[in-house]
């Protein structure tokens, strides 16, 4: 698992691509990038504003915070699938 420390390291490398850190600001959705182990590596302000949570806040954190209860298990295998797979699903 990655620490909170390489976590905000990867964050503020992206942050310095300035196209990818301009794309990633200009969607209208929320966007989350985890790694494998499930920690947040990225979020883009709109996420954080959908889940609340100040600048910043959620890198490092593990992902299963912003998921619901009732999601948890089910979302645990669609994520384990797709590290192992490397496919994308719909997602329902």
């Known amino acids: 698992m990655i620490n909170p420390q390489q976590a905000a390291l990867a964050s503020e490398l992206f942050r310095g691509d ?17 790694d494998n182990s499930g920690t947040i590596l990225l979020v883009n302000s709109r996420a954080e504003q959908m889940f609340s949570y100040p600048s910043g806040g959620l890198t ?18 669609h994520q384990a699938f797709f590290f192992r797979e490397h496919k994308n699903r719909p997602m329902g």
Do not use: C
């Not at 300035?18 to 985890?34: C, D, H, K, P, Q």
């Not at 490092?60 to 295998?77: C, D, Q, S, T, V």
């Open 60 to 77: 490092g954190k593990p992902l299963p915070i912003l998921i619901p209860e009732r999601f948890a298990k089910i979302h645990e295998e």
């Open 18 to 34: 300035i196209t990818a850190y301009s794309l990633l600001e200009s969607l209208a959705e929320g966007v989350v990038v985890i």
